[in-house]
Protein backbone atom coordinates (compact mmCIF):
# COMPACT_ATOMS: atom_id res chain seq x y z
CA UNK A 1 0.00 0.00 0.00
CA UNK A 2 1.11 3.61 -0.97
CA UNK A 3 0.22 6.94 0.89
CA UNK A 4 -1.37 9.79 -1.53
CA UNK A 5 -0.93 13.69 -0.45
CA UNK A 6 -4.32 14.62 0.67
CA UNK A 7 -3.68 18.61 1.26
CA UNK A 8 -0.29 21.21 0.61
CA UNK A 9 -0.49 22.69 4.48
CA UNK A 10 0.20 26.37 4.23
CA UNK A 11 0.96 27.43 7.45
CA UNK A 12 -0.18 31.13 7.81
CA UNK A 13 -1.54 34.13 9.62
CA UNK A 14 -5.02 34.29 8.82
CA UNK A 15 -6.48 31.23 7.06
CA UNK A 16 -9.61 32.28 5.75
CA UNK A 17 -7.90 35.69 4.32
CA UNK A 18 -5.30 33.89 2.72
CA UNK A 19 -7.30 30.99 2.01
CA UNK A 20 -9.90 33.73 0.04
CA UNK A 21 -6.48 34.83 -1.81
CA UNK A 22 -5.76 31.54 -3.31
CA UNK A 23 -9.41 30.77 -4.07
CA UNK A 24 -9.54 33.58 -6.39
CA UNK A 25 -6.46 33.16 -7.96
CA UNK A 26 -7.19 29.33 -8.47
CA UNK A 27 -10.91 30.17 -9.27
CA UNK A 28 -11.66 27.11 -6.84
CA UNK A 29 -14.32 28.17 -3.51
CA UNK A 30 -13.25 27.59 -0.08
CA UNK A 31 -15.06 24.75 1.86
CA UNK A 32 -18.35 25.57 2.55
CA UNK A 33 -17.72 25.01 6.15
CA UNK A 34 -15.18 27.69 6.04
CA UNK A 35 -15.68 31.33 8.08
CA UNK A 36 -13.67 34.60 9.24
CA UNK A 37 -11.50 33.34 12.54
CA UNK A 38 -11.64 29.95 11.16
CA UNK A 39 -7.99 28.42 12.19
CA UNK A 40 -8.11 26.03 8.84
CA UNK A 41 -9.32 27.08 5.31
CA UNK A 42 -9.55 24.44 2.62
CA UNK A 43 -9.82 24.86 -1.06
CA UNK A 44 -10.29 21.40 -1.25
CA UNK A 45 -10.14 20.78 -5.19
CA UNK A 46 -6.77 22.34 -4.98
CA UNK A 47 -5.44 19.99 -2.09
CA UNK A 48 -4.70 23.42 -0.52
CA UNK A 49 -4.97 23.95 3.28
CA UNK A 50 -4.44 26.80 5.29
CA UNK A 51 -3.48 26.38 8.58
CA UNK A 52 -3.59 29.75 11.10
CA UNK A 53 -0.16 29.77 13.39
CA UNK A 54 1.42 32.21 15.82
CA UNK A 55 4.86 32.62 14.26
CA UNK A 56 5.67 34.94 11.27
CA UNK A 57 6.96 33.40 7.97
CA UNK A 58 10.58 34.27 8.53
CA UNK A 59 12.63 32.62 5.41
CA UNK A 60 12.36 31.61 1.91
CA UNK A 61 10.03 28.62 1.32
CA UNK A 62 11.28 25.32 0.58
CA UNK A 63 8.01 24.12 -1.23
CA UNK A 64 6.44 26.67 -3.59
CA UNK A 65 3.41 26.15 -6.23
CA UNK A 66 3.95 26.72 -10.04
CA UNK A 67 1.12 28.42 -11.65
CA UNK A 68 0.16 28.09 -15.35
CA UNK A 69 -2.66 29.74 -16.86
CA UNK A 70 -5.11 28.23 -18.66
CA UNK A 71 -7.26 30.60 -20.85
CA UNK A 72 -4.59 33.96 -20.43
CA UNK A 73 -1.01 34.54 -21.20
CA UNK A 74 1.30 34.49 -18.45
CA UNK A 75 1.75 38.48 -18.21
CA UNK A 76 -2.18 38.65 -17.70
CA UNK A 77 -2.37 36.00 -15.20
CA UNK A 78 0.39 38.21 -13.38
CA UNK A 79 -1.72 41.06 -14.06
CA UNK A 80 -4.58 39.88 -12.52
CA UNK A 81 -2.63 38.09 -9.65
CA UNK A 82 -1.12 41.19 -8.74
CA UNK A 83 -4.46 43.22 -8.82
CA UNK A 84 -5.92 40.39 -6.34
CA UNK A 85 -2.96 41.31 -3.88
CA UNK A 86 0.38 39.45 -4.95
CA UNK A 87 3.48 41.19 -5.11
CA UNK A 88 6.34 40.89 -8.11
CA UNK A 89 9.48 39.32 -5.64
CA UNK A 90 11.65 38.51 -9.11
CA UNK A 91 10.90 39.02 -12.53
CA UNK A 92 12.43 35.96 -14.66
CA UNK A 93 10.76 37.28 -17.94
CA UNK A 94 12.97 37.51 -20.99
CA UNK A 95 12.32 39.53 -23.90
CA UNK A 96 12.21 36.26 -26.23
CA UNK A 97 8.81 35.27 -24.21
CA UNK A 98 10.09 32.55 -21.98
CA UNK A 99 11.26 32.74 -18.38
CA UNK A 100 8.27 33.05 -15.39
CA UNK A 101 7.75 35.40 -12.64
CA UNK A 102 8.53 34.94 -9.18
CA UNK A 103 5.35 36.30 -6.75
CA UNK A 104 4.50 36.41 -3.20
CA UNK A 105 0.81 35.94 -2.22
CA UNK A 106 -0.19 38.65 0.59
CA UNK A 107 1.50 36.81 3.14
CA UNK A 108 4.59 36.49 1.65
CA UNK A 109 4.51 33.00 0.06
CA UNK A 110 6.63 32.60 -2.86
CA UNK A 111 5.34 30.98 -6.09
CA UNK A 112 5.33 30.97 -9.27
CA UNK A 113 3.83 31.76 -12.75
CA UNK A 114 4.82 29.83 -16.18
CA UNK A 115 3.83 30.35 -19.51
CA UNK A 116 0.61 28.92 -20.56
CA UNK A 117 0.32 25.99 -22.63
CA UNK A 118 -0.09 27.72 -25.69
CA UNK A 119 2.90 29.94 -24.91
CA UNK A 120 4.87 27.07 -25.03
CA UNK A 121 3.20 25.77 -28.09
CA UNK A 122 1.96 22.62 -26.31
Not at 33 to 38: E, I, R, S
Not at 60 to 75: A, E, S
Not at 91 to 116: M, Q
Request: proline share 7%; aromatic share 4%; hydrophobic share 35%.
Amino acid sequence: MTSKIRHVTIDCADAYALGGFWSQALGQPLHEDDNPGDPEALIEAAGLLFVTVPEPKTVKNRVHLDLQPQDRTRDEEVERLLALGATLVHDHRKPDGTGWALLADPEGNEFCVERSAAERGA
